[in-house]
């Protein structure tokens, strides 16, 4: 069984930055690529990024493409999400994912396996 645990979550202002981390259980955590998702109130999660098993590739969404980056630590079995220039749209509940197969759509849900609990993140105008 693998548990994902995001933290790094809270209210910042908009031109603010956070840093999430996400530390995963278990002996097999650099075999996977890795995700990060969202979801707002009243809206569907989506795809934020994803990093390669390695760290050596990444992908984001358009909408935070240029202020997030995400990375890896295979010693310490985490994911992080750096945020920068933080936008009242970002407000979610952000998600990190295990994806359990290399398929074409790496911003598919249904590419992903295990999920955390979620961390909120509030950006304030």
């Known amino acids: 069984q693998v548990q994902l645990v995001e933290s790094g979550g809270g209210l910042v202002q908009a031109g603010g930055s956070l840093r999430l981390s996400c530390a995963a259980s278990g002996r097999t955590f650099s075999s996977y690529d890795m995700g990060w998702f969202r979801q707002a109130p009243g809206k569907e999660r989506e795809f934020v990024a994803t990093?390669?098993?390695?760290?050596?590739?990444?992908y984001y969404a358009d909408s935070v493409k240029g202020r997030f980056t995400i990375s890896r630590d295979n010693g310490k079995n985490t994911v992080y999400l750096q945020m920068n220039n933080l936008k009242p749209e970002d407000t979610a509940v952000y998600y990190c994912a295990r994806r359990r197969s290399i398929g074409t759509r790496p911003e598919a849900i249904y590419e992903y396996d295990y999920w955390g609990q979620g961390t909120q993140v509030t950006v304030s105008s």
């Open positions: 990093i390669s098993r390695s760290g050596g590739s990444t």
